[in-house]
């Protein structure tokens, strides 16, 4: 009985040690990956080129998540007003889940 439970708690084992290889193994590669991207995009002329053509649509996109997290706090201010116009007409004492 007692090899058996050995036996499980070695396979288990074994399992988590694949598991964490695995997880080390797939972390190095993406690091070398974006090492390699990294290296192209700042090291050559094309990735000069290739960073010059996307600094204008990154920034494009950084003003619309800019808006984006306006419009959600305005809508978020919204709820608010709701919630509290809704308590003032109901008589609830307590604040809303949406409260600020």
């Known amino acids: 009985m007692r090899e058996v439970a050995t036996g499980q708690t070695g396979s288990v084992n074994q399992e988590g040690n694949v598991d964490e290889r695995s997880r ?55 709820a608010s007003e709701g919630w509290r116009s809704l308590n003032d007409v109901t008589g609830g004492g307590s604040q809303g889940r949406w409260s600020a």
């Open 24 to 78: 080390v193994l797939l972390a190095t590669c993406l690091g070398a990956i974006a090492g390699g991207v990294w290296g192209w995009l700042y090291m050559t002329e094309n990735g000069r080129r290739v960073r010059d053509q996307i600094e204008p649509k990154l920034d494009d996109v950084m003003r619309e998540l800019i808006r984006v997290r306006g419009t959600v706090e305005k809508a978020r201010g919204v």
